[in-house]
């Protein structure tokens, strides 16, 4: 699935619209957010987790979702299940990704 990109009056509406979503919150100037943006990419084509909409938003121009998810870096992600915020936090590998999603999938 393809990664949406979105900004704080979008997200509103698409976690209300979506039952399960992933939202990374990026800075262009953090290495790390670099160095995950393939790892991102890959994890949102795979299968098991076609029914997640994966999100990317620039932390700097998206003030209003930053403050909601008390965001405190970047790379910062949050995850969403219908509607309400499941989880959040800075997660700097492709397995703590996983980790939030494998939280957000199970019910």
Known sequence: MPITESND???RK???EKEKVIVKFTDEDCPI???LSPSFRK???EPV???VTFV???ARENPISSK???MTGTPFFATYRKGTLLDCGIVSTEQGIKE???KLLSD
């Open 14 to 16: 698409l976690i209300f």
């Open 100 to 102: 939030m999603l494998a």
């Open 56 to 58: 990317r938003m620039s």
């Open 43 to 45: 994890i949102a084509t």
């Open 33 to 35: 957010c670099k160095i």
């Open 68 to 70: 909601e998810v008390k």
């Open 9 to 11: 009056d979008e997200l």
């Open 49 to 51: 987790y076609q029914q």
